[in-house]
């Protein structure tokens, strides 16, 4: 009887230790989102580019093959991967114009600061924001940055974020120009085929692109919020 009541302790302890870890690790997520969220606000005077991204990626990571439990750990890590930005002065991010090569400079710093941001971390969600946030303006032809990396030594998390944010940022509004048609981003995606981006992920977001789209619009008209990211679905 003793040895059962202390294996029943055990595993009530047990069980306490994971409740209160996955409450400090969901704490930190929404705190992290939404710092992600004043970066983004800096950029979108409405904040939902973050939850489009999370939920593009998620559609796309499954529609190349990755599976459910791995598209969900992105559709969450996703929205954070320009949380760096936030370290970025207004007078570079909201420049209406071309940025002179210091500007450029101190605007492509917003992967590293990211990276450092999240990176401090030993939880695999953080991890894995960290990890995309580093590469997610890395290049397939190797002209990218930080590092320069080319092919599939990017991080698929950051191959498949970087295609994500390009179309999505060209079909929204920006400070320096309107958005642009969903025609003309997909012209200009296939574009970058094999240049700036994976030419598989390209040729599985433009066979799939109405799908991706009307999923785009339904997130436009949805109103979600942190909650509605995290539980997926809607």
């Not at 992967?111 to 397939?140: D, K, N, T, V, Y």
């Not at 940055?145 to 498949?160: K, M, N, V, W």
Request: aromatic share 6%; glycine share 8%.
């Amino acid at each position: 009887m003793q040895m059962e009541r202390l294996i029943g302790d055990f595993g009530r302890m047990y069980r306490e230790r994971n409740d209160a870890l996955n409450e400090v690790a969901h704490a930190h997520h929404e705190a992290l989102f939404r710092l992600s969220l004043a970066a983004d606000l800096k950029d979108d005077d409405t904040g939902v580019h973050i939850i489009r991204i999370g939920f593009l990626s998620e559609a796309l990571a499954l529609l190349i093959g990755e599976s459910p439990a791995k598209a969900a750990m992105l559709r969450k890590a996703a929205p954070m991967h320009d949380i760096g930005k936030i370290g970025i002065p207004d007078r570079v991010l909201k420049k209406p114009g071309a940025f002179d090569p210091e500007e450029r400079a101190i605007m492509n710093e917003h992967s590293r600061m990211g990276a450092e941001i999240l990176g401090r971390s030993r939880i695999p969600l953080f991890q894995l924001a960290a990890e995309l946030a580093l590469s997610h303006h890395e290049r397939w032809d190797g002209g990218g940055y930080p590092s320069q990396l080319a092919g599939q030594a990017i991080p698929l998390s950051g191959r498949i974020v970087a295609v994500v944010d390009f179309f999505d940022a060209l079909t929204m509004d920006r400070v320096y120009r309107p958005a642009m048609s969903v025609e003309v981003a997909l012209s200009m995606l296939h574009a970058q085929r094999g240049k700036a981006f994976d030419p598989e992920i390209v040729d599985t977001f433009m066979a799939n692109a109405a799908e991706l789209n009307a999923l785009r619009e339904r997130i436009n008209a949805s109103h979600l919020s942190y909650s509605d990211l995290v539980k997926g679905g809607f």
